[in-house]
Every structure is written in C-alpha cells, then in structure tokens.
C-alpha cells in the first residue's frame, strides 16, 4: 500500500511538471487561459481539461492522496518505532509483537539432537559469542527467543517515515497556500506588479550575455529590481537555475525569446504591408514580432497575396546554437514550404518578395511562492541519509523458536522481518548454529 501511494505521487509530481500549471490570476476564467496553450502536453487536451490537470495541485485528488499517504505511512512510522522501543528495552517480548513482523517473515531452520533443555544454553551462547542481546517470549509453552544485534539501527525505519511525513507535510503546506504568476516576457524598464497583496513590484534595469557571447542561451542573465511603491528594495541577477527570492516570493528566468524586427519590399524595392496577426492594423515596411514564450510561433500576414509567415524559435539546434525558422504559408494554410534557418538575422527571397529579420532577446521570467519547500528537501534528505545508516550498518533481529522435532530431536526456527531486499544472511546463521548444536557432547 505504501508503495503504491509513493507510487501515485510521484506520478502526480512528474505530471505537474510536464502540464504547464495554471497561473493563480488565471484560474477564474480558466477556459481563456486554456484556449491559448499549446505544446505537446498542452492543458487544452481534452483528457488533461477533463481531470483538471492543469491545476493538479489544487485537485481534491491529489489532496486525498497526500492524506492517504500520510495515514499509510503514520501507520507505518508507529508500528517501527514501537518495535525499536521494545528492542532498546531489552525486556520481555510478548506474542503479539510478532504480528507486525508479518506471515510473511524470512525463515531458515536448524535441527540438532540435543533436547530443548540442552540445547537453550548453547544458542545463548552462540548469540553473544555473534554480538547478539537476548530477551524472552513470556506467555508461550516452548522455549522462544527474541535477538538482536545493533538494536539502535531499529530507529533508522520510523525515522524514514517520519522524514517522508515532513516531505508530505511541506507538499500539503505549498499546494494549498503556493501559487505562480503567469510568465512575463519584458524589454528594457518594463514593470509590473507582484500581486497576491505583497505589494511589490518588479523592474527589468538590464539584460545580456555573461561573456558576451549571443551562441550559449544559458549564460543570459537579467538584472532586476524590487520596489515597493516607489522605493528600491533589493536589487539582483537571475539566470537559469540561479532565482533571486524576496520574503519568500522567488524570480525564475525560465527562458529566452526573441523579439523580431521584419522589413519587407517588393521586387521594385517599394515597401510592403506587413500585418502581425496580433496587431488589428497593418504597418508598411516594418514591423516588430514578438514572442510570448518560446513555444509560441507567431504569424506574420503579407495583406492582398494570400501569404502569410510563421516563426518559430529554435532555442538549441545541434550544435547548441539558437536559431529561427522561417515557413511561408500559401492558399490559406494548406501549402506550406520551409524557407530556411537563421542564425544572426539575414534576408529572405520568395514570390517576388524580400523580407529582412533581424532580432535580439528577452528573458522569460516567472514569479511564484513556494512556501515550505525547505520542509519538503529537508523532509527527503534525512530520509535518504535514514536509508543510507540502515543500509551500512544494517540490524539483526531474530525471533527464536525452540520446539521438539522428529526421531527426539530439536528443531529451532530463526524467523526476521522481510525487508524491501532479500535476505542473505539468515540461512548462513542457521547453518552455523546448526553447526554448534550438532553434536550432543
């Protein structure tokens, strides 16, 4: 069961970072902001719409299988820490303490000829000479024995458990109280306003190349500025994977884009009309395209010829270069033809036309809140370091039984908790207690 919720959340996680994920001022009109998107795994996809993808973490879905996950592993948590209790005590095992090892526990057995009476002193001093401390079942008829070696390591388990409960706790804490902006797209001075009643806004002051090379993408960085009103409150560089966080509210360049200038003549020279399909009217000679993302691909409609242009952003082709395609589009869509690839800007020919592009960048930025995400990272790092102790110093935990076998002779039963690997070291211990209980003298 635990598996399976650990299972279905992290599938959840995996889809909510590949379907982009409604921005919180979009989400009362959530079909505008649908009809706008697109890409492979576009949240206008009927299936994604039906379920409610594009808002996964706001779900009542995913809510209950945060709650189911923390109930399973609460349970869990309690029942391993009550056994590393009784383990330290070092007291009387009842029987019941045996159910939660399950039916399913690892066994191997070991036959000597000694009765039961004569072969319980031997076994008590085949654990001790193995480092083994060693308490009795009370309530049985026949001999039974609980040992243990490293009875500490018991504690690694349940604090697993409640490791991976502040990982839950934090993804409860960020889903419900979290939110994100949609993403922003500004030149040079552009401001705009924070929201979710912080009161703060954001500037774009500059943006460029770290090494002043165009060819590499990730080395662009932007300079921006908080204020608050009209006061500066920090100023500061962010660039793909390196965000800038104010009280919590964090900046993210998630992305470059460019922003075309096309000039257009004909093949007397005369300049041409040029209409982008976001603009209601036409400019003659030139105009400037610009993208809202860089999966956008706008149009650019040539007015009376029945042409229009789509491009496209490549930000990394093979060789890791940024590039724009060009396609023409004729007869209302249904011909298509590739015009070419460019590199540093450069002139088209087609139809007796000629357009000339050139273009620079902008950042892509993106606002959000993510509360309790320390909680989440903390919650996964000491769980992995639990695993890690348990896995290098790993505990021995066995439950004895002594009982009568056939033709007077005894038969010892060694049983251990079945753990997520296959227990190696168990029927290696059976055979040299077997060993020291084979002879009667």
């Known amino acids: ?124 001093d085949f654990l001790a000479s193995n480092g083994f401390r060693w308490a009795k079942v009370s309530g049985l008829p026949l001999p039974n024995l609980v040992a243990i070696r490293r009875p500490w390591a018991l504690w690694a388990e349940p604090l697993v458990y409640i490791a991976l409960l502040l990982a839950l706790l934090g993804l409860a804490i960020g889903s419900t109280w979290g939110w994100q902006a949609e993403d922003w797209v500004p030149a040079l001075g552009d401001m705009r306003a924070v929201g979710h009643e912080t009161g703060y806004d954001l500037r774009l002051d500059a943006f460029g190349s770290e090494d002043g090379l165009a060819s590499g993408l990730c080395t662009y960085q932007s300079q921006i500025t908080w204020l608050e009103g009209n006061a500066p409150l920090r100023q500061a560089w962010v660039s793909t994977g390196r965000p800038a966080t104010l009280r919590g509210v964090t900046v993210r360049q998630v992305g470059i884009v460019p922003r075309v200038t096309l000039r257009g003549r004909d093949e007397a020279g005369k300049p041409i009309l040029l209409l982008p399909a976001n603009q209601d009217q036409a400019l003659t000679g030139q105009v400037d395209v610009r993208f809202l993302s860089p999966d956008d691909q706008p149009l650019v409609l040539l007015p009376g010829h029945d042409l229009f242009l789509t491009l496209a952003f490549v930000p990394a082709d093979r060789e890791g270069r940024p590039a724009l395609d060009v396609t023409l589009v004729r007869n209302g869509g249904t011909d298509a033809e590739a015009l070419g690839r460019l590199y540093e800007g450069g002139t088209l020919a087609f139809n007796g036309f000629q357009i000339e592009l050139d273009w620079d960048y902008q950042p892509v930025l993106r606002v959000g809140y993510r509360p309790a995400m320390g909680l989440v990272l903390a919650g996964l790092a000491l769980a992995l370091i639990a695993l890690a102790v348990s896995w290098l110093l790993p505990v021995r935990l066995l439950w004895i039984a002594v009982g009568e076998g056939r033709e007077e002779a005894t038969l010892i039963r060694l049983l ?11 029927p290696q211990m059976a055979a040299r207690l077997g060993e020291v209980l084979a002879h009667g003298d």
């Open 416 to 426: 251990t908790p079945r753990g997520p690997a296959k227990i190696a070291w168990l």
């Open 1 to 124: 069961m635990l598996l399976v919720c650990l299972g279905l959340l992290a599938l959840a996680l995996v889809l909510g970072a590949l379907i982009p994920q409604i921005p919180f001022q979009a989400r009362g009109d959530p079909q505008a902001w649908l009809a706008v998107q697109s890409g492979p795994f576009a949240p206008s996809i009927s299936l994604i719409r039906t379920l409610h993808l594009y808002d996964l973490y706001h779900t009542l879905g995913f809510r209950l299988l945060l709650a189911l996950a923390g109930l399973v592993i609460f349970v869990r948590a309690a029942e391993a820490a009550e056994l590393a209790w009784r383990a330290a005590r070092s007291a009387l095992w009842p029987p019941e303490t045996f159910s939660f090892w399950g039916a399913s526990a690892d066994q191997a057995c070991a036959v000597s000829p000694l009765a039961p009476e004569a072969a319980l002193p031997r076994i008590h």
